[in-house]
């Protein structure tokens, strides 16, 4: 098509504002006729409101769906995969099979939450069961660890009792505390033991300006290929990726009761945050709907300008002024380091059962897809 991409963003980042430059495109207001928009999470709002947003068309995109929140809010997403896994359990699908102790075999990826109030006895029932764990306490709708705080007794949060084609980015990273953790109920209050958010790590005494407390996900995979192994190593990833994969279904328009709306004119670039215990088991934590673009070190930058770069490929193929009428499979050479995970044709052909033989490494015919398990060539189809 002809002529050049009018973007527009209020996202002030230079990770974005370099790569939309580097394709040529042209800066125009909001006001103006525009092609792109990269926009906060608030501005969305307003794009899609019933009183106040408009009619894309289809030489528009946006970088987020209308309800995204369904999977970026903690309670909404925790919310999602429960209805998700009843769904299954209804129907019967083997994806919900438990074991003896009653925890589900595939889709226990997420710790034991609750919200409060709504839930305040609930939790109560189960805290006494375990009277000397620790929780977590997070705001449904903050980020960059604010308001979050740990709790090893009831009192601390009586207050609360009263009524009131699904693709990964290899170049992630890894954050870590500058301070070793310990359980131990001494440290309950010290956030430079207990979470790694640079906005929090950053004041610390220790914390180190080159690395920023960060690793890249090869470089965990390389320490702990060395360290516990590499097919446990590989486990972990998979497991990692299983995760992603089952908390969209969660929310996809193909579910049994979708509640993300699938709107043509949008795309997501999520964040995953995933904690791994000391078993290397993945537990999701929170899907963030805007991913911090900000750069605290060197690496950090070319990280995420590379991302940016990628996912613009992506969204907007051959750099041309998009057309929602497009196919919009990308072909292999623009896919850069994202890595498809999950293919909705070839999965479809099959259901559930295919997916769980994947995850065993079973060969599953000539139209898998790959994956590498102990230095095997296995066939999957759900990635």
């Given at each position: 098509?002809?002529?050049?991409?009018?973007?527009?963003?209020?996202?002030?980042?230079?990770?974005?504002?370099?790569?939309?430059?580097?394709?040529?495109?042209?800066?125009?207001?909001?006001?103006?006729?525009?092609?792109?928009?990269?926009?906060?999470?608030?501005?969305?709002?307003?794009?899609?409101?019933?009183?106040?947003?408009?009619?894309?068309?289809?030489?528009?995109?946006?970088?987020?769906?209308?309800?995204?929140?369904?999977?970026?809010?903690?309670?909404?997403?925790?919310?999602?995969?429960?209805r998700y896994r009843k769904e299954l359990e209804k129907e019967g699908s083997p994806l919900a099979e438990k074991d003896e102790n009653g925890k589900y075999l595939y889709l226990d990826f997420v710790p034991v939450t609750y919200m409060l109030p709504a839930d305040y006895n609930l939790f109560v029932e189960e805290f006494r069961k375990s009277p000397s764990s620790t929780w977590i306490m997070k705001p449904c709708g903050k980020a960059q660890g604010k308001g979050i705080f740990l709790i090893n007794k009831l009192s601390q949060i009586k207050k609360w009792s009263r009524d009131s084609k699904t693709?990964?980015?290899?170049?992630?990273?890894?954050?870590?505390?500058?301070?070793?953790?310990?359980?131990?109920?001494?440290?309950?209050?010290?956030?430079?033991?207990?979470?790694?958010?640079?906005?929090?790590?950053?004041?610390?005494?220790?914390?180190?300006?080159?690395?920023?407390?960060?690793?890249?996900?090869?470089?965990?995979?390389?320490?702990?290929?060395?360290?516990?192994?590499?097919?446990?190593?590989?486990?972990?990833?998979?497991?990692?990726?299983?995760?992603?994969?089952?908390?969209?279904?969660?929310?996809?328009?193909?579910?049994?009761?979708?509640?993300?709306?699938?709107?043509?004119?949008?795309?997501?670039?999520?964040?995953?945050?995933?904690?791994?215990?000391?078993?290397?088991?993945?537990?999701?934590?929170?899907?963030?709907?805007?991913?911090?673009?900000?750069?605290?070190?060197?690496?950090?930058?070319?990280?995420?300008?590379?991302?940016?770069?990628?996912?613009?490929?992506?969204?907007?193929?051959?750099?041309?002024?998009?057309?929602?009428?497009?196919?919009?499979?990308?072909?292999?050479?623009?896919?850069?380091?994202?890595?498809?995970?999950?293919?909705?044709?070839?999965?479809?052909?099959?259901?559930?059962?295919?997916?769980?033989?994947?995850?065993?490494?079973?060969?599953?015919?000539?139209?898998?897809?790959?994956?590498?398990?102990?230095?095997?060539?296995?066939?999957?189809?759900?990635?």
């Amino acid at each position: 098509m002809a002529g050049k991409v009018k973007w527009v963003t209020d996202i002030e980042k230079s990770v974005l504002i370099n790569n939309f430059e580097k394709r040529g495109w042209v800066q125009v207001t909001e006001n103006e006729d525009w092609n792109f928009y990269w926009m906060s999470v608030q501005t969305i709002r307003n794009v899609f409101s019933v009183e106040t947003g408009y009619r894309l068309s289809d030489d528009q995109i946006v970088n987020h769906f209308p309800n995204h929140y369904e999977l970026t809010r903690k309670d909404l997403m925790v919310k999602n995969i429960k209805r998700y896994r009843k769904e299954l359990e209804k129907e019967g699908s083997p994806l919900a099979e438990k074991d003896e102790n009653g925890k589900y075999l595939y889709l226990d990826f997420v710790p034991v939450t609750y919200m409060l109030p709504a839930d305040y006895n609930l939790f109560v029932e189960e805290f006494r069961k375990s009277p000397s764990s620790t929780w977590i306490m997070k705001p449904c709708g903050k980020a960059q660890g604010k308001g979050i705080f740990l709790i090893n007794k009831l009192s601390q949060i009586k207050k609360w009792s009263r009524d009131s084609k699904t693709s990964s980015y290899k170049l992630g990273f890894c954050r870590f505390c500058t301070v070793k953790y310990t359980p131990s109920t001494s440290e309950l209050d010290n956030m430079f033991v207990h979470l790694t958010n640079v906005a929090i790590q950053k004041h610390g005494e220790d914390y180190n300006h080159i690395h920023g407390g960060k690793w890249t996900v090869s470089n965990l995979r390389l320490y702990l290929e060395s360290t516990r192994g590499r097919e446990v190593t590989s486990k972990l990833f998979d497991e990692i990726h299983w995760i992603i994969v089952q908390s969209l279904k969660a929310v996809a328009p193909l579910s049994l009761q979708p509640v993300m709306n699938n709107d043509k004119h949008c795309f997501e670039c999520y964040g995953y945050d995933i904690i791994i215990d000391d078993k290397l088991k993945p537990w999701l934590i929170e899907v963030n709907a805007s991913p911090s673009l900000t750069s605290s070190t060197a690496n950090d930058r070319i990280l995420k300008y590379n991302l940016i770069n990628d996912t613009l490929n992506i969204a907007v193929p051959n750099g041309e002024i998009p057309d929602c009428k497009w196919n919009k499979s990308p072909p292999k050479e623009v896919l850069g380091n994202y890595e498809i995970l999950y293919d909705e044709e070839l999965a479809q052909g099959d259901g559930a059962d295919r997916e769980l033989r994947s995850r065993s490494g079973q060969s599953l015919g000539p139209k898998a897809g790959r994956s590498r398990d102990s230095g095997r060539t296995v066939l999957t189809t759900w990635k």
